[in-house]
Nanobody, 123 residues
Framework: QVQLVESGGGLVQTGDSLRLSCAAS????????MGWFRQAPGKERELVAR????????DYTDSVKGRFTISRDNAKNTVYLQMNSLKPVDTAVYYC????????????????WGQGTQVTVSS
């Protein structure tokens, strides 16, 4: 019903920046809380950042605080993840996700997932 398409991943070096984008279909984008998850080989998928439907509330996993910023432009049905000071440990497939509310941005409560975009950070 809702399609999420990520873009912006790539191969960068330690200290570089990337901005991921997630474009969503539909007219009710602002009703969804959005999140970014990532999954590295051999590791479970983890929540990186989440943002409320209006964009007024955000939070981040500790490992990216101060480096990553999640934002959204509801007029464009798009959520972003600005990633600065990238480290090799940030290497993963990054997934955009939508949930019914901010508190439901959890792996098992996600309504829609994007296909993922690869971020690789070399040293």
């Amino acid at each position: 019903q809702v399609q999420l398409v990520e873009s912006g991943g790539g191969l960068v070096q330690t200290g570089d920046s990337l901005r991921l984008s997630c474009a969503a279909s539909g007219r009710t984008f602002d009703r969804y809380a959005m999140g970014w998850f990532r999954q590295a080989p051999g590791k479970e998928r983890e929540l990186v950042a989440r943002i409320s439907g209006t964009g007024q509330v955000t939070d981040y996993t500790d490992s990216v605080k101060g480096r990553f910023t999640i934002s959204r432009d509801n007029a464009k049905n798009t959520v972003y993840l600005q990633m600065n000071s990238l480290k090799p440990v940030d290497t993963a497939v990054y997934y955009c996700a939508a949930a019914a509310s901010y508190l439901l941005i959890q792996t098992d409560k996600i309504l829609y997932w994007g296909q993922g975009t690869q971020v690789t950070v070399s040293s």
